[in-house]
């Protein structure tokens, strides 16, 4: 949920990937913007939410990231970024 803080573009966060808890987001907004998933790769919640918003232009980003803080390396993390693009209407 902090990634939205940090983008210069204000993107909209979806709370626990719920509509019910999130109603500042939509199916339309979905549609329309497009989604992006930041999974840890074992988070199994995470990633079967991704699956909701799917569709056949949805594309998988593996990552592996490792902190470094004051010369100490954290350990290497396994990071996916899903994103489905914005449906568009011609």
């Known amino acids: 949920m902090a990634l939205p803080f940090y ?29 992006l998933y930041a999974c840890a790769a074992s988070d199994k919640v995470c990633l079967e939410a991704a699956r909701v918003y799917a569709t056949e232009r949805t594309e998988h980003l593996p990552l592996t990231i490792q902190n470094n803080f004051w010369g100490l390396r954290g350990p290497p993390t396994g990071v996916a970024l899903i994103i489905t693009a914005p449906i568009v209407k011609r």
């Open 7 to 35: 983008s210069p573009d204000s993107p909209a966060e979806f709370t626990h990937y719920s509509l019910e808890q999130a109603p500042w987001i939509t199916r339309e907004l979905i549609a329309r913007e497009g989604i």
